[in-house]
């Protein structure tokens, strides 16, 4: 009746995270609160929400399989678009739900330049396995090194380098211009652990993390320091 479990300050950290969920990494001395706080994704009303999960996910499909060498602008993406409807990839309901322009804007972009000279340096929809040490969750555990988390994910896009590799996440949220910066820091601790896997796995820099908010029309751009 005496016995106390050595990894009791563990049982309290998940053994797999989604690197999707995850919002916010505590600090040191943060230990009383949550080690992870998942914000709502989308806000209002339950249909607005479904809505929401809809749309972004006939955004990623689109991007996933859009022939990136003919997207020149906007009646071309408009053009894939109703070709990824043709051949079954999209459904027309979800088609509907793509805001064609914005896809278009982001492609005149120089960072969209740069995906669409890519060619097969650019991988789609990169989905991953990776490990953690539990403190990244809750720095006031201990543990040994042999105490993992296990993390998975999608990365909507990474363009490959010789030297060096840049992580692309795409944003569908509502989100105002003005309000994009705010947006973007709540996405920090994913696009960080995005990074901490393509770093182990691709076993090269990451040069930089682009978070691209299709609605708002801004591109989040944060310069790796081991690039």
Known sequence: LGFVYPHLALSSIPVARAASAVRRL???????????AVAPAHAGSAADRDQ?????????????FMRLSEVVDEAAVRTEVERLVASGV??????????VADLAWFFATELGQRVRSAGDGYHREWMFL????????DPTVGGDDTDRVLIRGVVDGLVVMPTAIEIIDF???????????????????????YARAVREIHRRPVAATHLVFLHGRRIVTHQESDA
Do not use: N
């Not at 505590?26 to 992870?36: L, T, W």
């Not at 990776?130 to 969750?137: L, R, V």
């Not at 910066?181 to 994913?190: L, N, P, V």
């Open 171 to 193: 944003k569908t949220d509502r989100v105002r211009p003005e309000a994009v910066a705010d947006r973007a820091a709540e996405y920090a601790a994913q696009v960080g652990l």
């Open 90 to 99: 999209l459904a027309p309901e979800d088609a509907a739900l793509i805001a």
């Open 52 to 64: 929401a999960i809809r749309r972004g996910q006939a955004v990623h499909r689109a991007l996933q």
């Open 130 to 137: 990776a490990t953690a040490p539990p403190e990244t969750f």
């Open 26 to 36: 505590p600090q040191v001395g943060e230990a009383e609160e949550p080690a992870v």
